[in-house]
Structures are given as C-alpha cells and as structure tokens.
C-alpha cells in the first residue's frame, strides 16, 4: 500500500497522522481503520471523570432556582421552597450567588478539553471519530437553557458505549436519555388518554424547572426519531407515524433528584440509564400502528419494540 492510501486512511476515518505515523498505516490502511471499530473496554479516564447525568440535571435546576428566586416570582417561590423544607438560609445563600453562569461555562469548558484531549491521545482516532459523528447524528444541544448541561453527559452515556455495537442499542440508549428528552421535550409528553390527562389534578409537579406539569402530547421525538435518527425526511412515513410513535414514547421520563440536591454541595451521581424512568400515569394506552405494524400495550416494551422498525427499507438505505 502507499503512503497516499495511508493518508486517506488517517485523515478520512482518524485526525490525521501523526509524525512518522503514515509509515505504519501503510502496512495495511484497511487493517488499521478495521482494527478501531470494536467498542471500547472503558471510557478514557479524562471522559470518564465528567459529571455523570444527574448531576447535569443538577447543574441547570440550581441555576433555574437561582435565577427565579430573583426573578418576579421570587417571593412567591421561596414560600413553596420552604414548605418543602429548604431552610431560609439556603435560600438566601442561593438567591445571592451569581456563579451558577460561570459554573456552567467551567462545565462546558471542561467536557471540550476533555474531548479534545482524547482527540489527541486517542490511539485509537477512527473510533473517536465515530463518536463524534453519532454524537452529531443523535443531537442534544447547548443551545437549548434547560439542556445546557447535557451534551457531554449524552455523548459519554448515550454514545460511547454503543459505538462499534448495535445501532438499535444506541437509538433506544440516546432516546432514554434525559438529556434527549429535555432537549425534545419528552420529559413532559403526556398521552391525551392517559390517566394524568383525564385526571389532571392527580399529575405531580415535575420538581424544579420550567413547565411545571405536563400539558399533552408532544410530538418532537417521535418527529425526530423518524426524520433524523432512522428513516429520513423521504422515508415513507406519515404524520400518522409521527403521532404514533410520540404516543408509543409518552411517559418515558426521567427520574427527578431530590429537592434537597437543588441546594448545598450533593453531586449527582446516577447515569441517563438510572434515571430513566417510565411513567404510566402518562403513557397513552392501548395498542398502537407504527409503519403499518401494531405494538400491543405492554409499557415501556412497547415503545423499545417499535423502535425496532428501523429493519424498514428506508433505514437501511441510510
């Protein structure tokens, strides 16, 4: 093989080579692409230090408090804050510290040097690569306040795993993250049949964020599952699928951490697969048509069957 093919190999699949490092690849650029694409044993320690998912959930309802508490209804807040048994000390305390921006920057700031330093390290580039690639692919923005924290948490447990494995574990994975159901609004997606729905009153307060409780359906996973994750804007689907597959995913939620967590120095210590939480109280019942195919009412299984019908042609053509 030539040097030009081990270049193609390291810059197309990898970062590029490093010095001296073409001479090596050009033994057999197949071989060396092939020979990363296992899933890997563990994360890199550099990842593996970032904040685990819940204390991302963390991170944003600390700022969110913060911010009401000054806010307008501030008054109002800290009356049900200390109902709940925050003392007025932690209130004060939290409703006078501006760090909860800085802090969130420090986040950020430090899951991307943890990404690039496993850039640079990594021997093993076209992996990384692909974690970067589903990491777009299955996309949980910054851009969005209450999924600010999200991103690294998601890649590292949504992704990273699933990498070199099953497309369908990552999709089921990435869909029962909370960081994606922030972001799509899954967290609050509730069936108009559901028992939350015709018995309003007995719906929780979801705990400290905004929206509060539940208003109906929403339809954006279910719409991005089928338009981005799986089939594409072309894939045979209709807005049918796209109402069915929202009503398969209702109450796939995430579990909230204490009150008590939103103040003081607790971390959050629990991944996006421990805090997935299926709520039935908010599933839609019954069975349901996907793509031409019926899922019997069977919970949660039902919505991780469904999820199968990437098998359809038009997931495969992607």
Known sequence: MSLDQAALAANRFGFGARPGELRSIAGDPVGWVKAQLTPERAPPAVIAALPPAE???LAFGRFYVSQRLQGENGERMEQRLERQGVSREDIQRLSTED???QHFRARYDNATKARLDTAFATERPAFERLVHFWSNHFTVSAMKPQAAAMPPSFEKEAIRPHVGGRFADMLVASTKHPGMGIYLDNWSSIGPNSRWAREPRSMPRLGFGPGGRPTGLNENLGREILELHTLGVNGGYA?????ALAAIITGWTYDRPPARYYFGDEKGTRSGAQLFSFVN????PGAKTLLGKSYPPNGVAQ????????????????
């Open 55 to 57: 204390d991302d959930v």
């Open 99 to 101: 760090a909860f921006r």
């Open 239 to 243: 807005q049918a699928d796209v109402q």
């Open 281 to 284: 109280d908010a599933h839609e």
């Open 303 to 318: 919505g991780e069957a469904a999820l199968l019908y990437r098998r359809h042609a038009a997931a495969g053509r992607r």
